[in-house]
């Protein structure tokens, strides 16, 4: 994973070796198309889905998802970790209700969610907030608590107000972790997407692999799944070049942390 | 004109109180040049700090004249923020408190003072030791501060570049004439930089020293030698009584 992007030339290769050797399996093992389709028929699909835009329908209702709920719930999870470095008395008051709502998988909070929000966009995102939320509000938290207490005493005897250190010196220094918990986060968020589409749902990539498996389109299901793969790889990818152009200091690690 | 009388700081540890300061009386006239000298464990920093306002007093207070006093801190370490340039680490203190471009005349004249002008745009972590307790230095200065506060800001360089930034020092403060207190253990630089310099032992100023020599001082002087000899002999004495009453002075 370190060199995929970094040294370019090897993970084209590694891709070539799977689909080879998916390629030889199924031709070897004359495995049924409805257990695993070979590569190519898996590509036929893909082009067939590409043409008549459904994949890219699909596609775009899942994307617009996830940004919605990863918008919020980054906004929601920064409010939250700051109100709680400011006010120790509400984090003593909202943190254990918090953490008890951390230990729930948010997949388990899908009926809850259907019956308060419907089966529409609402209850789609607030399953992907949920999901999020924890690992961008933990990894602020915890670079809140990083911040090194030398830095805030420059702060200090620079004459700033407590909100300005919180601003300028705990904020910035935080930062690296934050980003952690944004990568995690977007890993998490596209798991609880697709497992929320796979539930009361007419469009998204979810949907797209829920509905060929009723229809026994095998070559389908696998199209999603490489779709989603590959999505996920991607938006991790630009996120990372944002956050290098943006914040050159953070030093983001490749690979590992997106799937913990 | 800062003053402080009988102030007194007192830490508590789990079961007893460590009293860090005592009965501290300190006078420093506008532009004076101070410096407190002492082994580590002193007080001295716990003075600096409660001149800062870093911490508050436990007893006796700390009167500053009229006016919104500007202070600058020196720490012991550089402490310059990682994600800032250094032009934007030295303006930490005016950013939002007036105009953009007169911060920039103002880091760009700093920068020029301490020889830090090619490195306005580096990180801090391109600079060298050095270079950056010159930083750290620029910091304090940019704010044209009335009380220059300096905690061994050059405890951590190499012998020569700690006596050329010494001497910066001094021109530094010859030209703006802020107050300065510098703590530092190292009692050559004591002799070399201060009019005034108070010996420390377990939080309480032993001795004062005054010292006329002037500038440029020359640590093999025979003044300067004798009387870092005279602050030597005043901390030994101090050293001997400390044997004779062990620990209950610092209770």
């Known amino acids: 994973m370190k060199r995929l992007f970094a040294a370019g030339p090897i993970w084209p290769l590694v891709a070539v070796f799977i689909v080879a050797i998916w390629a030889a399996g199924v031709s070897l093992t004359g495995v049924s198309r409805a257990l695993l389709p070979s590569p190519v028929l898996v590509a036929d699909a893909m082009r067939e889905l590409i043409d008549d835009g459904v994949l890219a329908k699909h596609v775009r209702v899942s994307v617009v998802r996830l940004v919605w709920g990863f918008a919020l719930s980054t906004a929601l999870a920064l409010i939250v970790a700051f109100a709680f470095a400011r006010v120790a008395l509400l984090r003593r008051i909202v943190e254990p209700p918090l953490e008890f709502l951390r230990q729930i998988p948010p997949l388990a909070m899908i009926p809850l969610l259907i019956l308060w929000l419907g089966i529409g966009e609402a209850q789609k995102i607030g399953i992907i907030t949920l999901a999020c939320f924890f690992p961008i509000f933990l990894g602020t938290t915890g670079g809140i608590a990083q911040c090194d207490p030398k830095l805030i005493e420059v702060g200090r005897v620079s004459g700033l107000s407590e909100t300005e250190i919180l601003r300028r010196i705990v904020l910035p220094s935080a930062l690296p972790s934050v980003v952690i918990g944004l990568r995690i986060a977007l890993g998490q968020g596209w798991r609880a997407l697709v497992g929320a589409e796979l539930v009361a749902s007419s469009a998204g990539l979810g949907y797209m692999i829920e509905d060929a498996q009723n229809l026994a389109r095998t070559d389908i299901v696998v199209v999603g799944v490489i779709v989603i793969g590959t999505l996920g790889l991607a938006t991790d990818w630009l996120f990372r070049r944002a956050i290098a152009a943006a914040w050159p200091w953070v030093r983001v690690e490749h690979g590992a942390e997106t799937h913990a | 004109m800062l003053e402080c009388r009988g102030v007194s700081k007192t830490y508590r540890l789990k079961d007893r109180a460590v009293a860090a300061l005592r009965e501290f009386d300190l006078a420093l006239p506008p532009g004076s040049f101070t410096v407190l000298v002492g082994p580590s464990g002193c007080g001295k920093t716990t003075a ?4 800062a306002g870093l911490e508050t007093p436990t007893g006796g207070t700390i009167a500053r004249s009229a006016g919104d006093t500007r202070v600058g801190y020196v720490f012991q370490e550089p402490r310059l923020m990682p994600w800032l340039s250094v032009a934007r680490n030295v303006g930490f203190a005016l950013e939002g408190r007036m105009a953009k471009p007169e911060i920039a005349k103002r880091v760009a004249d700093i920068l020029d003072v301490i020889g830090l002008h090619d490195f306005a745009q580096a990180r801090p972590d391109q600079l060298s030791g050095g270079m950056a307790s010159r ?23 190499d012998a020569m570049t700690r006596r050329r930034l010494q001497s910066e020092l001094v021109t530094l403060w010859q030209c703006f004439r802020p107050t300065i207190v510098f703590v530092t253990h190292d009692i050559e630089e004591a002799v070399l930089l201060g009019d005034e310099i108070f010996l420390m032992e377990n939080g309480l100023i032993a001795e004062r020293f005054a010292n006329p020599i002037l500038r440029p ?34 209770q």
């Not at chain 2, 930083?135 to 360089?157: H, I, S, Y």
């Not at chain 2, 602050?231 to 004779?244: Q, V, Y």
């Open chain 2, 217 to 250: 001082r020359d640590p093999t002087d025979p003044e300067i030698v004798r009387l870092r000899r005279a602050i030597i002999a005043g901390f030994e004495a101090g050293e001997a009584r400390k044997t004779r009453t062990p620990k209950e002075s610092t």
């Open chain 2, 48 to 51: 600096l700090r409660l001149l």
């Open chain 2, 135 to 157: 930083a750290g230095l620029a910091r304090a200065l940019v704010t044209k501060p009335e009380l220059l506060l300096l905690d061994e800001p050059f405890a951590a360089l």
